[in-house]
């Protein structure tokens, strides 16, 4: 069974950090891109960070050189280092696999709110 949960997120002023982690099943972790999205109200659902099971990342413009995403391959955990937060950062966020045709179902996703 495939499982995703998500938690770290919060309510924190502009320029806060925050640290987001999804523990994931080995069905999903292990050998797979991981990655993290994010849904802000109204609108749909956005990749913002790739990991690859050795370590490549990459990262959607908006968020480049302020998030920094990172994976446990022992714990089949995967991190989202979120510095220098904005307003229009305020979503729920999601960890699942990496590549379209990977992702499962989804977990419940953790809010992160940034007041400016």
């Known amino acids: 069974q495939v499982q995703l949960v998500e938690s770290g997120g919060g309510l924190v002023q502009a320029g806060g950090s925050l640290t987001l ?3 994931a099943s080995a069905t999903i972790f ?19 960070a790739t990991i690859t099971s050795g370590g490549n990342s990459n990262y959607a413009d908006s968020v480049k050189g302020r998030f920094t995403i990172s994976r446990d391959n022992v714990k089949n955990i995967v991190f989202l280092q979120v510095n220098n937060l904005k307003p229009e950062d305020t979503a729920v966020y999601y960890c699942n696999a990496g590549v379209a045709s990977r992702i499962q179902s989804w977990g419940q996703g953790t809010q992160v709110t940034v007041s400016s």
């Open 21 to 23: 982690s999804c523990v």
């Open 30 to 48: 292990r050998l797979n891109t991981m990655g993290w999205y994010r849904q802000a109200p109204g609108k749909q659902r956005e990749l913002v």
